[in-house]
Structure formats: C-alpha cells, structure tokens
C-alpha cells in the first residue's frame, strides 16, 4: 500500500492550495484520514482527520480556512487550504488508518512542500 501526496507549491499570502492524497495498493478499507504538516525545527503535527463516514476535526490554527474531504471511491483524501499565512509552511503528510488482515495498520505518504510567501 501507498500513499502519494500531490498539490504542494509556492503561494502567495492569502492564496489557496488544494492538497491531495491518493491511497494505492490492497486493504481491506480505509479508516481515518489525517493531514499532518511539519515546519521546520519543529515537531510534526496534527492539521485535520476525516472519518470514513465524513465526519471532521480541525485543529484551532486552520479552522474556518481549511477543508478535508475525501472520496472513498477514489481512496483519496483532499486539504483544501484558503487564507494561507507564511506560518502554514511547512511540508505536509497526509496519513491513514488501512484494515488489512493483519488488522489496522498506519501508513503515511512522502510528504509535499507547502510554502506561503511573497
């Protein structure tokens, strides 16, 4: 199983970025879905999860300006990011929780650079 993060980039404060996260390979099913981003020098950190069943979390500092979804026929998770400010650079990872006949397993994708400057 893996999972490919795309739709990183260079930004303009305030712009926007539409953050991807396609989920390949045998499973059993997808649980949860999480972005995650880490800045640097400092330690990784939660930005938003989305249940199977579309239920979200936020964490504070993206509240009202960001947006996880997802497809599950696509097994892809999306981070739609609005009012970027420079402190949202970082790289961001996307993370899921994938049922397998060994039970539930973690993965995590290689990461996609976001970087909000003028």
């Known amino acids: 199983v893996q999972l490919q993060a795309s739709g990183g980039g260079l930004v303009q404060p305030g712009g926007s970025l539409r953050l991807s996260c396609a989920a390949s390979?045998?499973?059993?099913?997808?649980?949860?879905m999480r972005w995650y981003r880490q800045a640097p020098g400092k330690q990784r950190e939660l930005v938003a999860g989305?249940?199977?069943?579309?239920?979200?979390n936020y964490v504070d500092f993206v509240k009202g300006r960001f947006t996880i979804s997802r497809d599950n026929a696509k097994n892809t998770v999306y981070l739609q990011m609005n009012s970027l400010r420079p402190e949202d650079t970082a790289v961001y990872y996307c993370?899921?929780?994938?049922?397998?006949?060994?039970?539930?397993?973690?993965?995590w994708g290689q990461g996609t650079q976001v970087t909000v400057s003028s």
């Open positions: 993370n899921a929780d994938l049922r397998t006949r060994f039970g539930l397993m973690a993965y």
């Open positions: 390979g045998s499973s059993l099913g997808i649980n949860t």
């Open positions: 989305i249940t199977s069943g579309g239920s979200t």
